[in-house]
């Protein structure tokens, strides 16, 4: 099955915590990215990676550090967790030339 | 900088209306431009991009580049069309998608 894959689904924890999000792409894309997804369901990038280059890195606290030891995978790792960083964290991939982005089925996150 | 506006968070029509989803856009550039669909609690999926011209679900969108708009447009809505729809604009300068705020389309019966 082709497709963006995310784990875990749902994410709940303490504040103050550190968490980990996983991704996993098997399209054979070269560029992956993370959303964040807010209560009013406004969508943000925050990082895009290219064959495991940071290329995009938006106004997010250092606290949020992505990592991608593959091409297929970009992980984001997330220190200190606050009420705020609770949202739904989408990643996505795409292929350079071909702008559609394809997205996995988010991860939602509740920080208590 | 690239900007999209969808000016309707919220829109509602009855079954077998039609539905018009605005978008609009600014960017100095040629833009590439996307509506993108989220249905309740799923991925965002493509539904149309304005190169490919075509007629998805039933939904086109036209890019209007003197008016800066590529709005989504349905003849008869379906109460399965409801969902959340976002536009979004490729802007080269960036590789980046920006995405609107969205609109939540809901169809009653």
């Known amino acids: 099955d082709t497709a963006v894959s995310q784990t875990p689904k749902y994410l709940v924890t303490q504040m103050g915590n550190d968490k980990s999000i996983k991704c996993e792409q098997n399209?054979?894309?070269?560029?992956m990215y993370w959303y964040k997804q807010d209560s009013k369901k406004f969508l943000k990038i925050m990082f895009s990676?290219?064959?495991?280059?940071?290329?995009i890195n938006e106004t997010v606290p250092n606290r949020f550090s992505p990592k991608s030891p593959d091409k297929a995978h970009l992980n984001l790792h997330i220190n200190s967790l606050e009420l705020g960083d609770s949202a739904v964290y989408f990643c996505?991939?795409?292929?350079?030339?071909?702008?559609?982005?394809?997205f996995g089925p988010g991860t939602r996150l509740t920080v208590l | 900088a690239q900007r999209v506006t969808q000016p309707e968070k919220l829109l509602s029509v009855f079954k077998g209306a039609p539905v018009e989803l605005k978008c609009n856009y600014s960017y100095s550039g040629s833009p590439e431009l996307f509506w993108y669909v989220q249905y309740s609690r799923q991925r965002l999926q493509l539904l149309l991009r304005h190169i490919s011209r075509e007629s998805i679900k039933g939904f086109t969108a036209d890019l209007n580049k003197g008016e800066t708009s590529f709005h989504l447009k349905k003849p008869f809505a379906q109460e399965e069309d409801s969902a959340m729809y976002y536009c979004?604009?490729?802007?080269?300068?960036?590789?980046?998608?920006?995405f609107g705020e969205g609109t939540q389309l809901t169809v009653n019966p």
């Open positions: 996505a991939s795409s292929q350079k030339g071909v702008n559609e982005q394809f």
């Open positions: 979004a604009l490729y802007a080269t300068s960036g590789s980046r998608l920006t």
């Open positions: 399209l054979g894309h070269d560029t």
């Open positions: 990676y290219n064959n495991k280059e940071l290329i």
